[in-house]
């Protein structure tokens, strides 16, 4: 079983639609988590780090779920330029990162 | 730039040949990681150096894989007697300390072994 899972879309959704979606991480004593984004032949960039209470950084919501060991990303009013693959991050131990192999987001006019 | 800089951004290698693959992490960063990408997969770790010491290098695939950062800055990977299955998207990352700060990366180096 992978350390990351996540449901690897593709999620099409026209503008200004909500977009949620999860992944679930196996390692309990994980510590840290984040979602980056990569687009298409680039580099990832981090999106936000995860909260245990939650976290909002305008359009973006993220959530934790330590018992359920899971992490969801929803994106509000989305745009065309929100189209990209999102991986979820888990730091199990100090600098170890873990990454899911992406959900893969395409926003249509 | 401020960014994590790797070089060259492209490479194309036969089968045997070593390749090397260079990364010039943020100033002042004191962790640096390198990543596999393959296809359609997450990167998967492969090394960690905090300064100039290599304190993890459980994900490197074989022996034929070797990092170093001698003083504590620039990094370079490298790959002996290249294999088709180490085509791939090469990432490093740095990060200000190593525990729990998001790593930031670069563009990556992609790999091709004909």
């Known amino acids: 079983r992978k350390e990351v899972e996540q449901d690897p879309g593709p999620f099409n959704v026209p503008e200004g639609a909500t977009v949620a979606f999860n992944c679930t991480y196996s390692n309990s004593a994980s510590q840290s988590f984040f979602w980056y984004r990569q687009d298409c032949r680039k580099e990832p960039k981090l999106l936000m780090s995860?909260?245990?209470s939650g976290n909002e950084d305008g359009r973006f919501t993220a959530q934790l779920n330590r018992a359920s060991q899971y992490i969801s990303l929803l994106i509000r009013d989305s745009k065309l330029s929100d189209s990209a693959t999102y991986l979820c991050?888990?730091?199990?131990?100090?600098?170890?990162?873990?990454f899911g192999a992406g959900t893969t987001v395409t926003v249509r006019a | 730039g401020a960014g994590v800089s790797q070089s060259p951004r492209y490479k194309v290698a036969k089968r045997g040949q070593d390749v090397a693959l260079r990364c010039d992490p943020i100033?002042?960063?004191?962790?640096l990681f390198w990543y596999q990408q393959a296809l359609g997969q997450g990167p998967e770790f492969l090394t960690y150096f905090q300064n100039e010491a290599q304190l993890d290098k459980s994900g490197l695939p074989s022996d034929r894989f070797f990092a170093e950062r001698p003083e504590g800055s620039v990094s370079t990977l490298k790959i002996q007697r290249t294999q088709q299955e180490d085509s791939a998207v090469y990432l490093c990352?740095?990060?200000?300390?190593?525990?729990?700060?998001?790593?930031?990366f670069g563009d990556g180096t992609r790999l091709s072994i004909l």
């Open positions: 991050v888990v730091n199990k131990v100090g600098y170890k990162l873990s």
């Open positions: 990352a740095s990060s200000l300390d190593g525990n729990n700060q998001p790593q930031h």
């Open positions: 100033s002042g960063h004191v962790s």
């Open positions: 995860v909260y245990s």
